[in-house]
Nanobody, 116 residues
Framework: QVQLVESGGGLVQPGGSLRLSCAASGFTFNTAAMTWFRQTPGRLRELVAAITETGGITNYMDSVRGRFTISRDNDKNTVDLEINSLKPEDTAVYYC?????????WGQGTQVTVSS
């Protein structure tokens, strides 16, 4: 079965950095585009970053472009999100996700809190 396990969240001061990681299993990782979403209470989950199967193309939501970097390691079946210059509005639960045929799968999420 598809499993996505995120790690790396935590409490960080404004301007700080974190590296989130997602370990994937249960599907052929190098044939799937991977995405990171985030969600805050009372708001819809929003797409933060995406990366194609080979990692050759990445895309970001406007508010994080230039500060966040998505990458993947197809040998280790992991997809990472490097987040820099953190702002309080980046506070959210961050989810790794994959769409396989018509089913979207989610990890359990990892909390990122940006506060002084």
């Amino acid at each position: 079965q598809v499993q996505l396990v995120e790690s790396g969240g935590g409490l960080v001061q404004p301007g700080g950095s974190l590296r989130l990681s997602c370990a994937a299993s249960g599907f052929t990782f190098n044939t799937a585009a991977m995405t990171w979403f985030r969600q805050t209470p009372g708001r819809l989950r929003e797409l933060v970053a995406a990366i194609t199967e080979t990692g050759g193309i990445t895309n970001y939501m406007d508010s994080v472009r230039g500060r966040f970097t998505i990458s993947r390691d197809n040998d280790k079946n992991t997809v990472d999100l490097e987040i820099n210059s953190l702002k309080p509005e980046d506070t959210a639960v961050y989810y790794c996700s994959v769409l396989i045929r018509s089913d979207r799968y989610w990890g359990q999420g990892t909390q990122v809190t940006v506060s002084s």
